[in-house]
């Protein structure tokens, strides 16, 4: 189940990666089979915080998850990660976090190196 919801969070930024050279922060969630996307916005208002944006989406999914309105939430973002290239040697990374969640209490995240090449998104 929560693979589906992988996928789809992929698919979604792998467009905005390649298509703007980064994405906000945005998610989906899982209802039986059904896979809805969801971005949040705030009206009149030209950018909301990656932090907030991040927030909003975890408490609507991590309320929905409790009350099982759904059966599985996931989360993306854009961050910078550090790969430990030798012993000594670190090399900064675009990536992708992504947090997952079937129970809206705990949420398990990964990261997901890419780097943008000719236009195409190469995850690493």
């Known amino acids: 189940m929560e693979e ?3 996928e789809n969070i992929f698919y979604r930024a792998k467009l ?3 298509d703007i050279g980064y994405f906000s922060p945005f998610g989906a969630k899982m209802n039986g089979e059904k896979i809805i996307d ?3 916005y705030k009206e009149f208002e030209e950018t909301i915080e990656g932090v907030e944006l ?3 989406l975890k408490g609507s999914f991590s ?3 409790k ?3 759904i059966h599985a939430a996931g989360i993306a973002y854009d961050v910078i990660i550090e790969i430990k290239k030798s012993e000594s040697i670190f090399k900064k990374s675009d ?3 992504l947090i997952t969640s079937t129970d809206g209490t705990e949420w398990t995240s990964e990261y997901f190196p ?3 090449i000719e236009g195409k998104c190469i995850w690493q």
Do not use: Q
Request: overall charge positive; glycine content about 0%.
């Open 16 to 18: 905005f990666i390649e």
């Open 54 to 56: 991040i927030d909003l």
């Open 95 to 97: 990536a992708l976090c």
């Open 67 to 69: 009350a099982h309105k």
């Open 63 to 65: 309320k929905d998850l």
């Open 4 to 6: 589906s919801i992988k």
């Open 38 to 40: 969801v971005m949040a």
């Open 114 to 116: 890419y780097r943008l």
